[in-house]
Every structure is written in structure tokens, then in C-alpha cells.
């Protein structure tokens, strides 16, 4: 059974922090990961992929990878109370088909 | 918008009913997938479909029979539906389904609740 965890959170930080969530996966033959975002009542949202390890940034975002202690996490500089929402995290390995995280949720107050 | 549409996007019916979830992509995809989402759950695939053929279905009951009569449009048709089943349904995207670097990309749901 492929897993992805998740800590559901909620995870508080001040605006203007940086927010820091975790995922990690049990398929070592995972290659390809990625961050959605879900605003409650929504679709999630795709806004970050990765699938080398290290850094990717994009905007105020920053995925890191590290498949050697299999996890991976996704870093929001200068967080904004827009960015509260629950984040998602699905893996892809050999199979086609992505395996979601439960998500956490972040809440970002004023 | 992600050029995903999904109708109904809300739905109340009985258990004796039968209803059908309609999605409707504009992005040239040739994989659309059904998943489904309850609280405190992660996301559940149900069923895959690339270009029109059913590659996965995940030990869906029988009371969800998909149907995929061409690359742009999906259906979930529902009957005798159980309360447990009250959940939100949402239908992706890809331009393809193997690749490990391919993007899913999710309609808005449709709000699901079964009486």
C-alpha cells in the first residue's frame, strides 16, 4: 500500500512568516510530486511540481525534494492570509496513477 | 478556471434515486479520472479513462458506472446510492495518463448528499 502522510494541522503562523509543511511517502520508486492547493469549498489547485532533487522556487513558493529520506515539503515565504487553505500533496511513481496526502491546513493570521 | 466543468455542482437525492454527474474538459486531454473526496479523507481515485477506454477502477462499487463516450466529456451515473457515499466528487484532467510528469488538472466539484 503507497502512502503519503500528511499532518493534518492546523498549522498557524503570523503573515509574514514563512510556512513550512511536510510530506512524506513510502514508494521509493516514487518520481514525480506535487503541491495543490484547496481552498475550503473548492477544487485543488495545483502550484508546485517537482521531480529532481532539491530546490524549486517559484514566486513565494519553494518545493524541496529529498528522495533519499523520502520526503518532501513545500515552504511559503512572507505568508499572506490569502495562502490559509489546505495543502495537498500527491506523489507518482511507477504507476500512473498519484497518491494524495490528507492535507494540512494552514491558517495564516493578521 | 482550470477548463474543467463539472454539473450539477450541487446535488441532493434520495437513496432510491438515480442521478448522473456530468464533466466536461476544454484543455485537449486525452485522461479524465473521478475521485472522490470525503472529510478528513485524502482523495480517492475511482475510475480512469484514456482516450475513451477504462484503464482503472479502483473497487468502486457498482452503484457508480462511469461512462466516457469521448475524450472531453465524463459521466458518473448514480442509483441506490448510500448515505455514506455523501461526498465531494470532483474530475480531472491530464494530457495523458502515463508519465510521471504529467499534471492533473481538477474541476469544481459537485457537492454530493445522499438522504
Known amino acids: 500500500q503507497k502512502e503519503v502522510e500528511q499532518n493534518s494541522g492546523p498549522l498557524s503562523v503570523p503573515e509574514g512568516a514563512i510556512a513550512s509543511l511536510n510530506c512524506t511517502y513510502s514508494?521509493?520508486?516514487?518520481?514525480?510530486f506535487f503541491w495543490y492547493r484547496q481552498y475550503s469549498g473548492k477544487s485543488p489547485e495545483l502550484i508546485m511540481f517537482?521531480?529532481?532533487?532539491g530546490d524549486k522556487e517559484d514566486g513565494r513558493f519553494t518545493a524541496q525534494l529529498n528522495k533519499a529520506s523520502q520526503y518532501v515539503s513545500l515552504l511559503i515565504r512572507d505568508s499572506q492570509p490569502s495562502d490559509s487553505a489546505t495543502y495537498l500533496c500527491?506523489?507518482?511513481?511507477?504507476?500512473?496513477?498519484?497518491?494524495f496526502g490528507r492535507g494540512t491546513s494552514l491558517i495564516v493570521h493578521p | 478556471e482550470t477548463g474543467v466543468t463539472q454539473t450539477p455542482r450541487h446535488l441532493v437525492m434520495g437513496m432510491t434515486n438515480k442521478k448522473s454527474l456530468k464533466c466536461e474538459q476544454h484543455?485537449?486531454?486525452?485522461?479524465m479520472y473521478w475521485y472522490k473526496q470525503s472529510a478528513k479523507k485524502p482523495l480517492e481515485l475511482m475510475f480512469v479513462?484514456?482516450?475513451?477506454?477504462?484503464?482503472e477502477n479502483n473497487s468502486v462499487p457498482s452503484r457508480f458506472s462511469p461512462e466516457c463516450p469521448n475524450s472531453s466529456h465524463l459521466f458518473l451515473h448514480l442509483h441506490t446510492l448510500q448515505p455514506e457515499d455523501s461526498a465531494l466528487y470532483l474530475c480531472?484532467?491530464?494530457?495523458?495518463?502515463?508519465?510521471?510528469?504529467?499534471?492533473?488538472?481538477f474541476g469544481p466539484g459537485t457537492r454530493l448528499l445522499v438522504l
Open positions: 500527491a506523489v507518482r511513481g511507477g504507476s500512473y496513477i498519484p497518491t
Open positions: 517537482i521531480y529532481s532533487n
Open positions: 479513462y484514456n482516450f475513451k477506454e477504462q484503464t
Open positions: 514508494d521509493r520508486g516514487s518520481q514525480s
Open positions: 480531472a484532467s491530464s494530457r495523458e495518463v502515463a508519465g510521471a510528469q504529467e499534471t492533473q488538472y
Open positions: 484543455l485537449g486531454h486525452n485522461a
